[in-house]
């Protein structure tokens, strides 16, 4: 621990007020990497209202924390800080380092600091006794050099542009992005990432019940949605409390990622962002991902000609979810990375320029190797998919399309579907269609398509899902038959469609011809979302009903 005075080691300390800030100054620690002449300590900066959350993320991180009380009795060598809020210069130190904690200055708030003007740019917050009490104050782009020049000049001579190291570390992650999209259970749908900021202008704070009208109303086999909540949202209103409130969309499929670093996996993983307006978006479309607007129109917090208002002026307008393809081909043009030109400078070297710059001030030699952003984790397992479905089918001869969707839309459908001891009974008991992959080895099939439709009056198909290429399945009237679902390959890549789909697929051009049932073998082409298979149905074997499920 640091000593009053002076410290064996130089010291340094890392100052947070939220989750937020917390976040942005551990995408910055990098910069220290391989560096064991310097003491390293964060603090709790006291104030905010959304500070629950922070020491929780800080003991995750296993850092060193020390007191705020305890830190002001100290000096230290360097004390970096992402937010100018606070009482930062209770805090002693040889030097003082800002760092935005965000992308750009776009939003103002008016209960706080100077009217129109981001706290990032304020010199209600920048100086004290009218000189700026930051001896390096980091900037993302050029471009903010002249918006600090006109609120707060006498904080220019100390500015310095260093890039974004969050936006480094996302593009350095890029590569990953496919096993991310495995992780979170997203094959070729597409992967909307919903984008609420926090406050009254927020997505969530305006439409709450978006999250849950997303997830019942895009088919499953065409969309994920995940939900993604800006850290101080989580402080507010509380794990707890956001868990019941999203747990009926969590429960039709909806993903939700944490508020560090599986935010920005889930991010890289995602095709489109259905934004408000905050700053997250700019992160989405520099890596070039569709930006569609939440409606934002008449707030008071988005500044006019930020990088974020231009973004959001071109983005197009989200309605309804049946909308959305329309919206998605809409926002393939411009290209939205056009839009954080003036945002994001000096791409994949925030971090080498921030060393550069704290070590000057630490008065040190840096390191010879130069630091690199840490790869973002896999997202950890999400929610999982909803196992009790409802079908649309189209049948037109031989040929069948089947959407899907949670068994709690209010969208007309045909039949509903389940996944046999999955989900509770009362979703058995309604499913026309139950299925089961291998797992336990308790049952043949004979034995357990037998079970079920013995049990369950109202199912009409007992399917067993042995590969993603081969299901048995014993119809209530017209006995046993055996599936083939073939891959779908193309230009190289091999597409598959959910052989519990295909079973849907069969279930529906049966309820249409059931006459036709006798004359096998049968193929019965069969089209989810864009992917097309010739399924090839036939008698199944009786050895073959003898398999272990």
Known sequence: MPEAGRTTKPSVLLAFRSAVTLHRLLDVLPVFEGDDRIDRWFTLVPGSEFDMDALAALDRSGARVMDFEQAREHHFDLIIFASPKGALTSLSARSKALLPHGAGFNKTFHDEGSPGIPS????????EDGEPWADLHGLGHGSELARLAEHCPQSVPKAVVVGDPTLDRLRDSLG???????????????????????????????HHDLPLELTLRLPVDSYRVALVIHPNKVSEKGLQNLAEYLLPAQRAGLLLPSSYQEWASVLIAADAVLT????????????GHAVILDGYDGGTELIPGTPMAQLLAAAPRFTRASELPE????????DPSEFTAETFAHPDRALPLLRTELYRLLDLTPPRTPPKPRLLPPPVAPHAPASSLAVRAEVEGRRVRVERFPNSTELPFHHRVAHHGAVGFAEQRSAEVLWRRPGTGRWSVAGWTAHVLDELPSCRIAAALLSPERCLLVHRHHGAFALRVPPHRADGRIRRIDPAAAVSAVYAWLVAHPRL?????????????????????????????EAEL
């Open 517 to 545: 049932a006798g004359e096998l073998p049968v193929d019965i082409e069969c089209t989810v979302d864009t992917v097309t298979v010739r399924l090839e149905l036939g008698a199944a074997d009786p050895e073959e009903l």
């Open 327 to 334: 919206l998605l081909r809409k926002a393939t043009g411009p």
């Open 176 to 206: 990953l992005r496919e096993r991310y999209r495995t992780d979170l259970g997203v094959d070729d749908q597409t992967l909307l990432a919903v984008l609420s900021t926090h406050g009254d202008e927020s997505l969530l704070a305006r």
């Open 276 to 287: 408000d307006h905050g700053s997250t978006a700019l992160y989405a479309a520099a890596l």
């Open 120 to 127: 990032g740019l304020d010199p209600a917050f920048l100086l």
